[in-house]
């Protein structure tokens, strides 16, 4: 079960900290990723964290957001700063139970489990 938290409304150029509390997985090294859906659009993969702790971001939000994990609290967070309008979606994190390679890790195809979404609304 994969459990998003932080959402919320805030004005463009500000940040948030989104939060996805897991119960975890067989293997220390699983796969996780964040993805953000607007509406009518698809589901962006927008940062992705292997197995291994490579990381791997979307264009459209490198440089802004930064994805962590401790592994220990079975938390994963993505952590976004200069916020935009069209950062607006519902921010959804999803988890495979083993490893993946890093440039796998922002396809939906690649994960098993899914959370049910925060919303982030930039105006």
Known sequence: ??????????QAGGSLRLSCAHSGYPSSRHCMGWFRQAPGKAREGIAGISGSGNIRYSDSVKGRFTISQDRTKNILSLQM???????TG???C???????ATWSTLRTDV?????QGTQVTVS
Request: with cysteine; proline share 3%; aromatic share 12%.
């Open 111 to 115: 994960y098993s489990y899914w959370g």
């Open 1 to 10: 079960q994969l459990v998003e938290s932080g959402g919320g409304s805030v």
């Open 90 to 92: 519902t921010y959804i």
């Open 94 to 100: 999803a988890a495979r139970a083993d490893g993946c």
């Open 81 to 87: 700063n200069s916020l935009e309008p069209e950062d």
